[in-house]
């Protein structure tokens, strides 16, 4: 019932920006708390970053060190994640999650959208 549609993915090169955003539909979105994790080949499923329900709460990686930033539109069932500065080593698919805000679990994943940052 709930579905979370990426986009935004590309081909960057070191130092590149891109803003990658996910629209859910099925359910009153203001109902989640949102997220962003990211996968590189051969690694495991890595938590980039969060925001919750009215977007006053948010949190990132220890990776990210300010180079990213987490937003959403309410109105427009929306979660965005801007980032900068990219490096080779923030190549990877990037998911797009939601979790129910009496969750403790993401229980809802987008495809993914590839994020790729050459040398």
């Known amino acids: 019932q709930v579905q979370l549609e990426e986009s935004g993915g590309g081909m960057v090169q070191t130092g590149g920006s891109l803003r990658l955003s996910c629209v859910q539909s099925?359910?009153?979105?203001?109902?989640?708390?949102m997220g962003w994790f990211r996968q590189a080949p051969g690694k495991g499923r890595e938590f980039v970053a969060s925001?919750?329900?009215?977007?006053?709460?948010?949190s990132y990686g220890d990776f990210v060190k300010g180079r990213f930033t987490i937003s959403r539109d309410n109105a427009k069932n929306t979660v965005s994640l801007q980032m900068t500065a990219l490096e080779p080593a923030d190549t990877a698919v990037y998911y797009c999650?939601?979790?129910?805000?009496?969750?403790?679990?993401?229980?809802?994943w987008g495809q993914g959208t590839q994020v790729t940052v050459s040398s």
């Open positions: 999650a939601a979790k129910w805000e009496w969750s403790q679990d993401f229980g809802h």
């Open positions: 099925g359910r009153p979105f203001d109902t989640f708390t």
């Open positions: 925001v919750n329900w009215n977007g006053k709460s948010t």
